[in-house]
């Protein structure tokens, strides 16, 4: 079946532009991440959306960062004025939620979003 | 001080080889483990999960030592194929499937 899809694969955009990445996650599945991976670096957490719940918007680095989930599938990740330093891949990924705390629901990845800022 | 630490690596082993990786981590609080695998410009994907009692999966093998707080990764047999970055992964407890992922360790594989 289809994986998790993000659009654009690259983006390069100026210094204080604004920038909007795409995420579709596999179908059925209720949990959606946003992650980021700067060169040579593990990957930084950035948000949790879990079906209607509020979302967990704690590893956002700063309010120039946005996300939305619409109609619990697609979600967007804004981030305005953007910085020299938002240079990195954006991965989304998703899951089936999990059934208890300590349950895990392998988290699937999509193949990124390639920013850079000029 | 990170999360979750690894050698960066690379480690330039010839094919055949036994390769073995390590990963600390620092909350006690933490509940579940994985090894995932990150091909160059490519996701990652999961590798196998780590259990207390030591796990295998082929040429895979993965141990776990609560008490340390040390999780490792041995690859037998090293094939061309192996050769990507390993991540080390940590889901702390409670709440959902959140994860704290090292930076990897990169693996070369030559012939």
């Known amino acids: 079946g289809a994986g998790v899809s993000q659009s654009p694969s690259n983006k390069v955009t100026e210094k204080g532009k604004d920038v909007e990445l795409r995420c579709d996650p596999i179908?059925?599945?209720?949990?959606l991440y946003w992650y980021r991976q700067s060169l040579g670096q593990g990957l930084e957490f950035l948000i949790y959306?879990?079906?209607?719940?509020?979302?967990?918007k704690s590893g956002l680095p700063s309010d120039r960062f946005s996300a939305e989930r619409t109609g619990g599938s697609v979600s967007t990740l804004t981030i305005q004025r953007t910085q020299q330093e938002d240079s990195a891949v954006y991965l989304c990924?998703?899951?089936?939620?999990?059934?208890?705390?300590?349950?895990?629901?392998?988290?699937?990845f999509g193949p990124g979003t390639r920013l850079t800022v000029l | 001080r990170k999360e979750v630490e690894q050698d960066p690596g690379p480690f330039n082993v010839p094919e055949g080889a036994t390769v073995a990786f390590n990963c600390t981590y620092s909350?006690?609080?933490?509940?579940?483990f994985f090894w995932y695998r990150q091909d160059c410009r490519k996701e990652p994907k999961l590798l196998m999960s780590?259990?207390?009692s030591g796990n295998e999966d082929g040429r895979f093998t993965a141990q776990l030592n609560r008490a340390s707080q040390y999780i490792s990764l041995l690859i037998r047999d090293s094939k061309l194929s192996d050769s990507a970055t390993y991540l080390c992964?940590?889901?702390?407890?409670?709440?959902?499937?959140?994860?704290?992922f090292g930076a990897g360790t990169r693996l070369a594989v030559h012939p």
């Open positions: 780590v259990y207390s």
């Open positions: 909350n006690s609080a933490s509940q579940s």
């Open positions: 959306f879990q079906g209607n719940s509020a979302p967990d």
């Open positions: 990924a998703s899951s089936s939620p999990p059934t208890s705390g300590s349950s895990y629901n392998e988290q699937f």
């Open positions: 992964v940590v889901k702390v407890s409670g709440g959902y499937n959140k994860l704290i």
């Open positions: 179908s059925g599945h209720t949990a």
